[in-house]
C-alpha cells in the first residue's frame, strides 16, 4: 500500500484502499484497532484514515492474527462498496499479501500479468524473500521495545458557572489519569504536574515540551440541572492533530461511564491492544462524593482533610462494595497523623482498616497496595511487606507517581540510596513537574555526602516554587551540616515566613540558633515549643532536634524514646539525619534505632 493522499476520507474510501467492505473495516475498528479517526460534530460517518497508519496496521496483522480474522469468509464486493458473505471458509489473511497500489477491487487486470511459468516462480521467490525480510525487521523492531507512549490529562475547564463544582472537573481529570496510567503501554503523566496548567495560556506544542508527551487529552465539564455534558479532544503533540473528539451528556452526575468511554478510545487512537478488565457499577452519587473527597484531600491542609473524610464516608454510605473511597480514607488517616492533625495511635487504624477493606473489595488496585504499604512502612516497620505492596502497586499502574515517592521515601530510609534514586526518577517520569521528587533527588545527594549538588538541587526547586517551605528547609539542613549556620538561619527564616512558624519549622530553627552560638535565644524557642498545646503543639522529633543542637542529650534522647513509643514516622529517617550524630554511640539511641529495624549507618560509616 502506498500514501497515495493525505488522509482517506469515509469508510467507502478506506474500504477500497484496503480492498475490502466498509462492513469488514468498520467490524476491524471495532474489534482489532483499525486506526480510524473520528470528528466532533453531529455528521454520521465523518471518518478519516491516514494511509500510512493503515499501512503499519496491515503490517502487523499480517504477522499477529486473530481467530476471528482467520475464520473470516471472503467478501464479495459489488461496485457500491456493500458485501456478501459467501458460505466456504477463507484462507488465513496471512496468506495474502497486500495489494500492490491502492486500486479498488474489481479493477480489470493487466495484460502484462501474462507471464511465463518461470517468471512467475521468479516473483513468488522474490515475494518470499521481501516477506522474509519484512518478519526479520518487524521482529526486530518487536524485539527493540520502544518506549510506551506519553500521555498527559490535561485539567478540565469547569465550565458549570460556579467556581464550587471544581471538583467535578479536578475530579474527572484525577480520574482519567488514574484510567488510563492503568494501561502498561502507557506513560501518564501525574496530577501534580497536570494542575500547573490549568486556566494557562501556554500552547499544546509548549506543555508536550515541558512534560515531555506524545499526546495530551483536554476537554470541560458542564452542568444544567442534574444532566452533565462531558467534552473531550485527544491532541497529538507533535502536529497538533487533533486525532479524536468526542461529546458525553449524563443524567444525574453519572461521570463513571464517561471517563470510562473517554478512556477506552484513548487507549484506541493510541493503538494499545490492551483488554479492558471487567468493571463493577458504582452508585453516581457516591463517585461525585468520592471526587469531591479527592478534591479536599489534596489541598493538604488539616480542614482540607477533615473535609475529603466527611466526604469520602459518605460515598461508602451510597456504595460501600466499592474500594476507591476506602482508599481516600486510609491516605486521609495516614497524612492527617504524619502531619499531626491526629495522634498516630487514633489514625493508624482506621487508615489500616480501610486499606484492607478496599483490598478485600478490590484486590487489583493499586491506590489500594500503595496505601497499605504506607501504613506498613511508616507506622508497623514492617519493610519488606512495605516493598512488597508497592511493587504491586507499580506493576497495576506504573504511572503512580505517590507510590514512586513513597516506595523510594523508604528506600532512602534503608540507606539503599541508589535504589531509591531510580524510584524517583522513574516518578519524575510521571510527574515531570514535581518538586517532592526533585527535592528527593537531592536527599540522595545529601545522604551520599554531595552537599554542593543537594543545595544547588534544593536551590532550583526553591527558585521554581519560592512558595514551598521545604525547600528552604532542605537549604538549611545542607549549610548546617557545611558549617554555615548563618546561612542556614536565613534560610529558615524564609520556612518560618512561608509556614507562619510551623512548629516543625521552629524546631529546626531552635538547632540553628544553637549552631551558630546563640544559645538563650535556642533555649527560649524550645521552652516555648515545650509549652505549645493545640495545633501548635510541637511533635517529640522537633523537640529532640531543638535540644540536640542545645547538647542536652538527656531531654533529646527521651523525646526520640517518645518518637518510638508514639511510633511517629519521622523516627524511620534517624539512621540518615546527621543533625543527631552526637548521639549515636548512646546505647539509648542505638537502642532506639534497634527497635525500628534500621542500622546505625553514619556511625559505621565513621568508623570506617
Known amino acids: 500500500m502506498g500514501d497515495r493522499a493525505e488522509r482517506l476520507e469515509s469508510w467507502k474510501e478506506i474500504a477500497a484502499y484496503l480492498r475490502r467492505s466498509p462492513r469488514t473495516v468498520q467490524r476491524w ?23 500510512s497508519e493503515l499501512d503499519a496496521w496491515w503490517e502487523e496483522r499480517r504477522v499477529s492474527l486473530g481467530a476471528e480474522d482467520v475464520e473470516e469468509a471472503p467478501e464479495k464486493v459489488d461496485a457500491a462498496g456493500s458485501a456478501d458473505t459467501l458460505g466456504e471458509p477463507a484462507p488465513p489473511l496471512a496468506a495474502e499479501a497486500p495489494p500492490a497500489d491502492a486500486s479498488p477491487a474489481g479493477a480489470p487486470p493487466s495484460g502484462r500479468r501474462r507471464a511465463s511459468w518461470w517468471r512467475a516462480g521468479t516473483v513468488a521467490a522474490a515475494a518470499l524473500a521481501v516477506a522474509a525480510a519484512g518478519w ?10 520502544p518506549r510506551p507512549q506519553r ?52 500552547g499544546i506544542r509548549e506543555i508536550g515540551r515541558e512534560l515531555r508527551v506524545d499526546y495530551v487529552l483536554e476537554g470541560s465539564v458542564r452542568q444544567a440541572d442534574r444532566r452533565l455534558r462531558v ?25 463513571i461511564g464517561v471517563q470510562r468511554e473517554i478512556a477506552r478510545r484513548v487507549a484506541e487512537e493510541t493503538r494499545l491492544r490492551t483488554a479492558a478488565a471487567p468493571e463493577p457499577a458504582v452508585d453516581p452519587e457516591a463517585h461525585l462524593a468520592y471526587l469531591r473527597g479527592r478534591y479536599h484531600w489534596a489541598r493538604r491542609t488539616e480542614q482540607g482533610f477533615r ?7 459518605q460515598a461508602i454510605v451510597k456504595d460501600p462494595g466499592w474500594a476507591r473511597p476506602f482508599t481516600g480514607l486510609a491516605d486521609t488517616y495516614m497524612l492527617m497523623a504524619n502531619y499531626g492533625f491526629l495522634p498516630v495511635g487514633e489514625a493508624t487504624p482506621k487508615a489500616r482498616d480501610a486499606a484492607q477493606l478496599a483490598l478485600r473489595l478490590d484486590p487489583d488496585l493499586a491506590e489500594a497496595h ?17 516493598e512488597r505492596a508497592f511493587r504491586r502497586a507499580l506493576e497495576l499502574n506504573p504511572s503512580h507517581a505517590a507510590a514512586r515517592l513513597w516506595y523510594g521515601l523508604l528506600l532512602l530510609d534503608l540507606g539503599r540510596v541508589e535504589e531509591a534514586r531510580v524510584q524517583f526518577q522513574r516518578g519524575l517520569e510521571a510527574d515531570p513537574l514535581s518538586e517532592g521528587l526533585r527535592s528527593q533527588l537531592a536527599a540522595c545527594d545529601f545522604q551520599e ?14 527558585e521554581a516554587s519560592p512558595d514551598q517551605p521545604n525547600a528552604w528547609i532542605s537549604i538549611a539542613r545542607v549549610h548546617l551540616v557545611t558549617g554555615r549556620p548563618d546561612d542556614a538561619l536565613a534560610a529558615v527564616a524564609r520556612a518560618r515566613e512561608l509556614t507562619s512558624d510551623h512548629a516543625s519549622v521552629m524546631g529546626l530553627h531552635a538547632y540553628a540558633l544553637a549552631r551558630a552560638g546563640r544559645r538563650e535565644e535556642a533555649r527560649d524557642v524550645l521552652e516555648r515549643l515545650v509549652a505549645a498545646t493545640g495545633p501548635r503543639k510541637a511533635r517529640a522529633f522537633d523537640l529532640a532536634l531543638a535540644a540536640t543542637g542545645l547538647g542536652e542529650r538527656e531531654r533529646a534522647l527521651a523525646w526520640l524514646e517518645q518518637m518510638v513509643e508514639e ?11 546527621p543533625e543527631f550524630d552526637s548521639l549515636r554511640t548512646e546505647p539509648r539511641f542505638q537502642a532506639v534505632l534497634a527497635r525500628v529495624g534500621i542500622g546505625n549507618r553514619r556511625a559505621l560509616a565513621a568508623a570506617r
Not at 469547569?158 to 502507557?186: I, K, V
Not at 500503595?370 to 512495605?386: K, T, Y
Open 567 to 577: 511510633r511517629h514516622v519521622g523516627v524511620r529517617s534517624l539512621a540518615g539525619y
Open 307 to 313: 473535609e475529603g473524610l466527611h466526604h469520602f464516608q
Open 136 to 145: 526479520t525487521a518487524w521482529s526486530r523492531r518487536k524485539a527493540a521495545a
Open 370 to 386: 500503595a496505601s497499605l504499604g504506607l501504613i506498613l512502612g511508616s507506622h508497623d516497620w514492617d519493610f519488606a511487606g512495605a
Open 151 to 202: 500521555l498527559a490529562v490535561l485539567p478540565f475547564a469547569n465550565f458549570t458557572g460556579s467556581p464550587e463544582q471544581d471538583f467535578l472537573s479536578d475530579g474527572l481529570t484525577e480520574e482519567l489519569t488514574a484510567e488510563l496510567g492503568r494501561l502498561p503501554q502507557l506513560g501518564v503523566i501525574a496530577r501534580t504536574s497536570v494542575m500547573r496548567f490549568k486556566k494557562t495560556d501556554k
Open 449 to 462: 555526602g554531595r552537599y554542593d549538588r543537594a543545595l544547588a538541587a534544593e536551590r532550583a526547586v526553591a
Open 29 to 51: 475498528e471495532r474489534s482489532s484497532g483499525l486506526p480510524v479517526h473520528r470528528l466532533l460534530h453531529d455528521r454520521l460517518g465523518s471518518v478519516y484514515a491516514y494511509p
Open 231 to 255: 467534552t473531550a479532544q485527544l491532541i497529538r503533540v507533535a502536529d497538533e492533530v487533533h486525532v479524536w473528539a468526542d461529546s458525553f451528556d449524563r443524567e444525574g452526575g453519572d461521570l
